[in-house]
């Protein structure tokens, strides 16, 4: 009984190795014809419909407790203009709170605390692009006294790097079949792809807190979306 057991799990282990002996050389493709590699590039544009920008206040007193009073009350103005002007909660985030010492250094002396520097900043999404220079006008109104940005993105680029992706796919056969003719020769087939997205973002453009008469513009313009990818071909 032991022996028949022990020549049964011999079979079996016997029949799984075949398995993922067959299960493995399965996935294995090999190229009979001539190997050809091609890079291909499909590109599509948008509209971008989400502007980033980076708001704070920046406050010194000469007790760390004022400098850190002072930037909370202004940013509390900063926030209510935020969400008076129809920015939601969710396209808000504080990116940073800070609060430094600052020192005077006289020659020959050892340097002497003269105050603090607290910072507050919140990284804000505006959803209506061409609106929102209105919005960083009010802000620098309510204590805003820093302002990056903005970084254009498209919020939903699934959409737009399939198309790229089609656009890449066809960019690589017709270069595949152009070498296959070249040579005298067909496609026969792809052996393999692989993809890289790319968002080739246009630089953060810098600002400056102003009050001036004419109000902040801010144009979308147009982002390019992209996708790499590596094919071979088999050629015969």
Known sequence: MKRTSLCALMLGAATLSSAATAQQSSITQTITGTRLDINAT???TRVPDVAVISAGVVSRSETATGALQDSANRMSRV????KG??????????S???LNPEYRYPENQSPQLVGYTASNNVTVRFRDIRNSG????????EGANQINGPNLVVDKPEAALDEARQKAIAIGRARAELYARSVGMRVA?????SESESYPAPPPVPMMARMEAASTKIEPGEQKLAVNLSMVFELQ
């Open 42 to 44: 499909g590109e599509v």
């Open 96 to 98: 940073n709170v800070s």
């Open 79 to 82: 926030l209510a203009a935020l």
């Open 134 to 141: 209105k919005i960083l006008d009010a802000l620098v109104r």
């Open 85 to 94: 002007a129809g920015v939601a909660d969710r396209d808000i985030q504080t």
């Open 189 to 193: 087939r792809i052996v393999s792809m």
